[in-house]
């Protein structure tokens, strides 16, 4: 019977290893579908009309598999606490992101920006009471060093602290992405049904922000193939593989898997914008890719 279980739950971990690595590949193509759906839309309207493909496939897959019917088990309360994770993962963590991008230096951006699975490592030890391996702990730790040397590309002068309002602000973005992925972790909602309530929260809160904020815009035909791919895989699709890749395999596992994203992102960039390739880049992904394997050679927690 014991060897039965650990069968099971070697499968699980492999299911939600392939989970994790098709959200990562996906993810990967964020910058790409940046550059080219922001050719006349800011980032608000950007995030609007993301939102709203998202939502609208995110129900087309919930309305196919149960015919958009709800558990009479969930409450006005459960309702609202995936809106409010919605509003964390789907829209205030783009927001003081983009806020980022805008206002300071990228490179200090995308680097703070991928203290998230940091943080999640954090929350998790505090919200699921996984334990700390201090050796894997070291290994995230050497994982993000390679993001260092990839980013920076190996130059560490390169980063500028534009200031504290704008590192507070992309801080905080990660906090919500890092909050909301512990807390999804949790959820016992079935997960089509949590995935549109989240961008439904997502939708609202991007709604919302585009109102106060901007104004309303309609995609040009350069921008609709890339928002629409955004929609449905980059953001829609997407989550519900890191939903269940985090309810497959540890905290820590999954926050290591997400440092491979730049270096997918690096490949994509350097293929279609012709950009310049720097040895360093070799040197940090094969930083993360070690620290990688040492994690995931681990029995998973």
């Given amino acids: 019977m014991k060897s039965k279980n650990n069968f099971l739950n070697i499968k699980k971990n492999k299911v939600g290893y392939i989970y994790?690595?098709?959200?990562?590949?996906?993810?990967?193509?964020?910058?790409?579908?940046?550059?080219?759906?922001q050719i006349t839309l800011d980032f608000y309207q950007l995030l609007f009309w993301s939102n709203i493909i998202s939502l609208f496939c995110l129900?087309?897959?919930?309305?196919?598999?149960?015919?958009?019917?709800?558990?009479?088990?969930?409450?006005?309360?459960h309702y609202l606490y995936n809106l409010f994770l919605g509003s964390l993962g789907c829209a205030l963590y783009y927001l003081f992101l983009y806020y980022g991008y805008y206002e300071g230096n990228s490179i200090e951006v995308l680097i703070?920006?991928?203290?998230?699975?940091?943080q999640m490592i954090l929350l998790g030890s505090i919200f699921m009471k996984e334990k700390l391996d201090p050796?894997?702990?070291?290994?995230?730790?050497?994982?993000?060093?390679?993001?260092?040397?990839?980013?920076?590309?190996?130059?560490?002068?390169?980063?500028?602290?534009?200031?504290?309002?704008?590192?507070?602000?992309?801080?905080?973005?990660?906090?919500?992405?890092?909050l909301f992925s512990i807390l999804s972790k949790k959820s016992e909602v079935e997960i089509f049904q949590f995935s549109f309530l989240i961008f439904f929260g997502g939708t609202i809160t991007s709604t919302l922000a585009l109102g106060f904020f901007s104004t309303f815009q309609l995609p040009s035909k350069k921008e609709l193939l890339p928002i629409i791919i955004n929609g449905i895989f980059i953001n829609g699709v997407s989550y519900i593989f890191w939903l269940k890749a985090?309810?497959?395999?540890?905290?820590?596992?999954?926050?290591?898997?997400?440092?491979?994203?730049?270096?997918?992102?690096?490949?994509?960039?350097i293929l279609f914008f012709k950009e310049q390739f720097f040895i360093s880049y070799i040197f940090g992904g094969s930083i993360v890719l070690i620290s990688s394997l040492y994690c995931l050679k681990e029995k998973n927690s």
């Fill in 59 to 77: 129900g087309l897959i919930l309305y196919l598999s149960r015919g958009l019917k709800f558990d009479a088990s969930l409450k006005k309360n």
């Fill in 135 to 178: 050796f894997k702990i070291i290994a995230v730790f050497f994982g993000f060093t390679g993001i260092l040397i990839i980013i920076t590309t190996g130059d560490i002068n390169q980063i500028r602290f534009t200031g504290i309002n704008v590192s507070l602000s992309v801080l905080l973005g990660a906090f919500c992405f890092a």
């Fill in 112 to 118: 703070l920006q991928y203290s998230w699975p940091l």
């Fill in 246 to 269: 985090l309810k497959s395999i540890s905290v820590t596992n999954s926050a290591i898997l997400v440092f491979f994203t730049p270096v997918l992102s690096l490949i994509w960039i």
């Fill in 20 to 37: 994790a690595f098709f959200c990562i590949f996906a993810w990967s193509f964020i910058p790409v579908i940046s550059r080219f759906g």
